[in-house]
């Protein structure tokens, strides 16, 4: 059975950092891309960041380049998401989601998503 | 960056009844290995969205057949035969074809 289970969010400080974590299993970790998708209250989806199976690729939405960064440790089954300088509009659900394998990596959307970890970007 | 736009944003719905939503995208979404990726979610309230559809027609396990998707180029359809209850949801297009990959607004279908 293929499990996504976030952890890490909470409340910061505008400014503040957080780092995310979504431990996988069920599946080879490595064979397949993995991004991040937020929601924020009451609002809709917004893709964030991905990365491919071996870690060589890296994407980012212009809303979150330069202060976030994806990482992955394919020995231990575990997506990451620093995120640095946060801002009260990064407030919101991050969701972990499995992209695809090989070539296809993201392109044919998230066939798991986890249940989200909440972020609070407030003073 | 493509911009992806549904209608409606809301779709009141009587149960057995059909329901239909459309996604439009502002660039082609066919990619340059020849194929078109477009992907369709629902996310029940209080729940992480799951994965209808992708590459625009293809049902993922365990979705019903009442689902279906079609379309191309820039415009595209997620229809429902009939609706049922367990169907309540917001429904979001996604595409993959280009950088950043780009969600619709999303749709809420409710029963009339």
């Known amino acids: 059975e293929v499990q996504l289970v976030e952890s890490g969010g909470g409340l910061v400080q505008p400014g503040g950092s957080l780092r995310l974590s979504c431990a996988v299993s069920?599946?080879?970790?490595?064979?397949?891309?993995m991004s991040w998708v937020r929601q924020a209250p009451g609002k809709g989806l917004e893709w964030v960041s991905a990365?491919?199976?071996?870690?060589?690729?890296?994407k980012y939405a212009d809303s979150v380049k330069g202060r976030f960064t994806i990482s992955r440790d394919n020995s231990r089954n575990t997506l990451f998401l620093q995120m640095n300088s946060l801002r009260a509009e990064d407030t919101a659900v991050y969701y972990c989601?499995?992209?695809?394998?090989?070539?296809?990596?993201?392109?044919?959307?998230?066939?798991?998503w986890g249940q989200g970890t909440l972020v609070t970007v407030s003073s | 960056d493509v911009v992806m736009t549904q209608s409606p944003l809301s779709l009141p719905v009587t149960l057995g009844q059909p329901a239909s939503i459309s996604c439009r995208s502002s660039q082609s979404l066919v990619h340059s290995d020849g194929n078109t990726y477009l992907n369709w979610f629902q996310q029940r309230p209080g729940q992480s969205p799951r994965r209808l559809i992708y590459k625009v027609s293809n049902r993922d396990s365990g979705v019903p057949d009442r689902f279906s998707g079609s379309g191309s180029g820039t415009d595209f359809t997620l229809k429902i035969s009939r609706v049922e209850a367990e169907d309540v949801a917001v429904y979001y297009c996604?595409?993959?074809?280009?950088?950043?990959?780009?969600f619709g607004q999303g749709t809420k279908l409710e029963i009339k």
């Open positions: 990365m491919s199976g071996s870690g060589d690729i890296t």
């Open positions: 069920g599946f080879t970790f490595s064979s397949y891309a």
């Open positions: 989601a499995k992209g695809g394998s090989g070539a296809t990596g993201t392109k044919a959307g998230f066939e798991y």
């Open positions: 996604m595409q993959g074809s280009h950088w950043p990959r780009t």
